[in-house]
């Protein structure tokens, strides 16, 4: 049982590069999110989604898209890089959408847009 | 919309003493979840503990325990007998209890967080 993963560790982009950032968890949850982390700001959610087939905007999705695969697998895509979105990625995950559960996270991700 | 302040950027204290971390929080809502996570250096996050709100009786674990403020919005994490292994950057969140309005029910709010360093 390994929980939340997420590949990869660390990457680094130039400016309008893509990239995908892979995230899977296999505890069988519901509801998966991404976070952002950044110096001094906490941890702010980019993208969620609540079950399978369905995405939600979080607070900070700009730039920012989501595909949920599978139950299993939520990915999260920058088309054009820009420095800005240099940041620790968190992907996290939880049993169902409801106050009640906690949420599980990943190691995340580093990345550098440079 | 909710926001958590965490005024401690960092604390310190020696091993096996006691150490308090503060978070305050502001809220228009009557039922939700407060939440304490660690980060070690591995980045990983970690929950600590937990309190509901409805509950008056404040949440501990182990050598981690909350003095739990309704009234002032406050939510403070106390670690007895701090250890090495407590090194890291703790994190108050908090979330909206179900059907409390909004949306994003299921979304925490984090503070800024505050790096706690343990001296041997």
């Known amino acids: 049982n390994a929980g939340v993963t997420q590949t990869p560790k660390f990457q680094v982009l130039k400016t309008g590069q893509s990239m995908t950032l892979q995230c899977a968890q296999d505890?069988?949850?519901?509801?998966m999110y991404w976070y952002r982390q950044d110096p001094g700001m906490g941890l702010r959610l980019i993208y969620y989604s609540a079950s399978e087939g369905t995405t939600d905007k979080g607070e900070v999705p700009n730039g920012y898209n989501v595909s949920r695969l599978n139950k299993r697998e939520f990915s999260l895509r920058l088309e054009s890089a820009a420095p800005s979105q240099t940041s620790v990625y968190f992907c996290a995950s939880s049993p169902d959408y409801s106050s009640t559960d906690t949420q599980y996270f990943g190691p995340g991700t580093r990345l550098t847009v440079l | 919309a909710q926001t958590v302040t965490q005024s401690q950027p960092e604390m310190s204290v020696q091993e096996a003493e006691t150490v308090t971390l503060s978070c305050t929080y502001d809220?228009?809502?009557?039922?939700?979840?407060l939440f304490w996570y660690k980060q070690p250096p591995s980045r990983q996050m970690i929950l600590v503990i937990r309190?509901?709100?409805?509950k008056q009786q404040n949440a501990t674990e182990n050598r981690f325990s909350v003095n739990f403020q309704k009234a002032a919005k406050s939510f403070s994490l106390k670690i007895s007998d701090s250890q090495l292994g407590d090194a890291a950057m703790y994190f108050c969140?908090?979330?909206?209890?179900w059907g409390a309005g909004g949306t994003s029910y299921g979304k925490l709010t984090f503070g800024q967080g505050t790096i706690l360093t343990v001296h041997p």
């Open positions: 969140a908090y979330r909206s209890a």
């Open positions: 505890m069988n949850h519901n509801s």
């Open positions: 809220t228009s809502e009557s039922d939700y979840y």
């Open positions: 309190q509901e709100a409805y």
